[in-house]
């Protein structure tokens, strides 16, 4: 039994995303961390902040280590961040004489938040292909029912006929649009030290800085350790997408509920009624849709992040983004098979 819907045992059959998923597991953050700390020693490097064969040392370790969990979730309990026992055991790794390149000039916040940036980056690729599949499958649906009829609906009541196609548009041009700022979003490296003054490295603090980014494939800005606006960013779009996801489900199930204007495969049937078939899949893409937009509305609490940086601001993001991205995963799922698994739409 887990607390989370999306990976509970037969809770996740409805709401989960394996693909997904594994963005947001112990391992892939880890990872990510630890791609940070290599890119962090091969930019200063280069700069000539430490020796070469130092930043190869790291890197090398940084590959190959498997921390010790355990210790990483005590350390995490007594410290709030995992980072500071990661290091520990990285510096024991590398060796005395290494350690002291290690990490040098950043903070925990760095190695946390680009860790996500990267984890994020990736998947919102694999979101933006996902749209690109469901606009395909609308245009599909606009192919072979767009002439039909139905009937228009204004304030839930009848109002005048319209066609397939009136309503496939009206579906489908969102999603257009979020697919383009998905695969145009920017996903900046944290980088800032401290208090976000990269102190440790004096001049040398944004050219080290840029050249982290280029190393990662994030963007180059400046730190943004309590200017949460990447976040609220990611978060708003998601929730935007589950949002409009949510209005598709939405009218499908009341189209269900008429049910003269459209024909489904693969509804859910009925513990107790064993005629029906229930818009599963439409309803969960409505639940979601709300979730995310409740949910958002935490993230922009996270926004009040007091001076260089806030503990109770940051656990809050980590408590509701992946949630988030889990839901808009879903709901790309599901908006992916119900719109395929339409056989019929409106009357001819």
Not at 206 to 214: D, E, G, N, V, Y
Request: hydrophobic share 45%.
């Amino acid at each position: 039994m887990t607390t989370s819907p999306f990976d509970h045992p037969f809770l996740s059959g409805l709401l989960g995303d394996d693909e997904i998923a594994r963005y947001f597991s112990a391992e892939a953050d880890i990872r990510a961390m630890l791609s940070f700390e290599a890119a962090l020693a091969r930019a200063e490097a280069i700069h000539g902040l430490i020796p070469a064969e130092a930043a190869r040392r790291i890197a090398e370790i940084c590959a190959g280590l498997s921390p010790d969990l355990h210790h990483l979730r005590a350390a995490t309990a007594r410290d709030g961040v995992v980072v500071p026992e990661l290091i520990k055991q990285l510096r024991t790794e590398v060796g005395e004489e290494v350690a002291k390149s290690l990490h040098l000039g950043a903070t925990s916040q760095d190695v946390i938040d680009t860790s996500l940036m990267i984890r994020l980056k990736a998947v919102v690729f694999l979101f933006a292909g996902r749209l690109s599949a469901i606009v395909a499958e609308l245009g599909a649906l606009d192919r072979r029912f767009g002439r039909n009829r139905l009937m228009g609906h204004t304030r839930m009541q009848a109002a005048i006929p319209i066609s397939v196609s009136d309503r496939l548009t009206a579906w489908r041009a969102p999603l257009g649009i979020y697919r383009d700022r998905l695969t145009e979003h920017s996903f900046p490296v944290q980088f800032g030290g401290a208090s976000g003054t990269l102190d440790k490295l004096g001049p040398h603090g944004p050219a080290i800085r840029a050249s982290l980014a280029q190393e990662l494939g994030l963007t180059d800005t400046r730190q943004w350790q309590s200017a949460r606006l990447p976040i609220a960013d990611i978060a708003g779009l998601f929730a935007s997408i589950s949002g409009s996801l949510g209005k598709i489900g939405q009218d499908i199930a009341l189209l269900a509920q008429a049910g003269q204007e459209i024909e489904i495969a693969g509804g859910g049937s009925s513990s107790a009624m064993a005629h029906k078939q229930n818009p599963v899949a439409a309803e969960t893409l409505v639940s979601l849709a709300r979730f995310n937009a409740t949910a958002l509305s935490g993230i922009h609490q996270s926004l009040v992040h007091e001076q260089e940086r806030s503990g109770a601001a940051w656990t809050l993001e980590w408590l509701l983004l992946p949630q988030m991205t889990m839901a808009t995963a879903g709901s790309l799922r599901l908006a992916r098979e119900l719109t395929g698994n339409i056989k019929r739409l409106g009357t001819a």
